[in-house]
T-cell receptor, first 116, second 114 residues
Framework: AQKITQTQPGMFVQEKEAVTLDCTYDTSDPSYGLFWYKQPSSGEMIFLIYQGSYDQQNATEGRYSLNFQKARKSANLVISASQLGDSAMYFCAMREGSGGSEKLVFGKGTKLTVNP | NAGVTQTPKFQVLKTGQSMTLQCAQDMNHEYMSWYRQDPGMGLRLIHY???????DQGEVPNGYNVSRSTTEDFPLRLLSAAPSQTSVYFCASSRPGEGTDTQYFGPGTRLTVL
């Protein structure tokens, strides 16, 4: 069974609008971390945002926020006020355990295209 | 800080050849990892290390060897390259206890095996 599922192979959004990228996860470990990475066409992996399983509040980093719904095992990325430079692949990843384990499991990604 | 560096950026090998992908970090991170990314896939963990002298296998370790003699370096060796190892390889490093334990990725090495 997949541990990280990203059901949207591609998404389109108009510039300046908000967009939500879906991510669901599967784990029985009570302690875990969820990450979102951006991969532009140049290929590098850019860390965007992190949510710990015990964090009480949803994580936010500038225009990025993570909609963490623990009971539904979802960790959706919300990008507000989309910009042309947001066009990229976006990967959701999970680390099981409370640090000390560097095994990240990635989803297959969502390709986001921002239209002018 | 240069962060995580990888060499080479591109490499073409013939089936059966061996080579080493280099990875170095200057952030004094204890943890280092190697991932591969195939088309239409996310990254998959090959090997990882929690400190000098300590390595372990990830999800897809077959055909690869690693060693960690220093904190800074974590080379990945392909013993006998196969076309199935054509991929983009990413090295990453992190230090536990830095809040998010975020892994910092290198720029990647694009490997083609003919």
């Amino acid at each position: 069974a997949q541990k990280i599922t990203q059901t949207q192979p591609g998404m389109f959004v108009q510039e300046k609008e908000a967009v939500t990228l879906d991510c669901t996860y599967d784990t029985s470990d009570p302690s875990y971390g969820l990450f979102w990475y951006k991969q532009p066409s140049s290929g590098e992996m850019i860390f965007l945002i992190y949510q710990g399983s015990y964090d009480q509040q949803n994580a936010t980093e500038g225009r990025y926020s993570l909609n963490f719904q623990k009971a539904r095992k979802s960790a959706n990325l919300v990008i507000s006020a989309s910009q042309l430079g947001d066009s990229a692949m976006y990967f959701c990843a999970m680390r099981e355990g409370s640090g000390g384990s560097e095994k990240l499991v990635f989803g297959k990604g969502t390709k986001l295209t921002v239209n002018p | 800080n240069a962060g995580v560096t990888q060499t080479p950026k591109f490499q073409v090998l013939k089936t059966g050849q061996s080579m080493t992908l280099q990875c170095a970090q200057d952030m004094n991170h204890e943890y280092m990892s190697w991932y591969r990314q195939d088309p239409g896939m996310g990254l998959r963990l090959i090997h990882y290390s929690v400190g000098a002298g300590i390595t372990d296998q990830g999800e897809v370790p077959n055909g690869y060897n690693v060693s960690r003699s220093t904190t800074e370096d974590f080379p990945l060796r392909l013993l006998s390259a196969a076309p199935s190892q054509t991929s983009v390889y990413f090295c990453a490093s992190s230090r536990p206890g830095e809040g998010t334990d975020t892994q910092y990725f290198g720029p990647g090495t694009r490997l083609t095996v003919l």
